[in-house]
């Protein structure tokens, strides 16, 4: 199937641990994103990459970082996980970046939990 | 700043029409989505207005005024399986989309 897939759907953590996020699109997307949802369900961008460069860096911690192997994988790295980390983590793609673009399409999410 | 207004829970019956306002005020504007949130899923996509005029697809219909910073949704014969939020985003004029944080609808029977 032609999807945006990410893993796991349910996450859940200590304080102070390191996780990690995968996310693989196989639309041959040239941008990828990462979005966080908080509890009060307003989506927020994190990150997004276009052609492994990334165009996107909102004003989130440096505990968070994408990597992205290829132009169809984006994961996301979580050092020293915190209590407010705890929410909806969306992957997403897109053709490109421009207004024009076809529709983010997104992943199942991953709902990470710290405790 | 940058904001999205919509309600954040609407209640219809079953069969009914049921209108989904927003609101916007962004740095620029290159377009509006609308996507459909099912609990515990991601957002899918529901339509896209850029110019000024009513979209419609199928039962969910999708009206702009740029002038007035203003979009509804509009969802006709509603079924059940419409009980979900529905988001509002802007794209701004850095290409930058801002959300807003949804309106939940409850369909009743």
């Known amino acids: 199937d032609t999807a945006v897939s990410q893993t796991p759907k349910y996450l859940v953590t200590q304080m102070g641990n390191d996780k990690s996020i995968k996310c693989e699109q196989n639309l041959g997307h040239d941008t990828m994103y990462w979005y966080k949802q908080d509890s009060k369900k307003f989506l927020k961008i994190m990150f997004s990459y276009n052609n492994k460069e990334l165009i996107i860096n909102e004003t989130v911690p440096n505990r968070f970082s994408p990597k992205s192997p290829d132009k169809a994988h984006l994961n996301l790295h979580i050092n020293s996980l915190e209590l407010g980390d705890s929410a909806v983590y969306f992957c997403?793609?897109?053709?490109?970046?421009?207004?024009?673009?076809?529709?983010?399409?997104f992943g199942n999410g991953t709902r990470l939990t710290v405790t | 700043g940058q904001n999205i207004d919509q309600p954040t829970e609407m209640t219809a019956t079953e069969g009914a029409i049921v209108q989904i306002n927003c609101t916007y005020q962004?740095?620029?504007?290159?377009?509006l989505f609308w996507y459909q949130q099912h609990a515990g899923e991601a957002p899918t996509f529901l339509s896209y207005n850029v110019l000024d005029g009513l979209e419609e697809k199928g039962r969910f219909s999708s009206f702009l005024s740029r002038s007035k910073g203003y979009s509804y949704l509009l969802l006709k014969e509603l079924q059940m399986k419409d009980s979900a939020s529905y988001l509002c985003a802007v794209m701004d004029s850095n290409y930058q989309l801002i959300w807003g944080a949804g309106t939940k609808l409850i369909i009743k029977p």
């Open positions: 997403a793609s897109s053709q490109d970046s421009e207004p024009s673009m076809p529709p983010l399409h």
């Open positions: 962004t740095s620029g504007f290159n377009g």
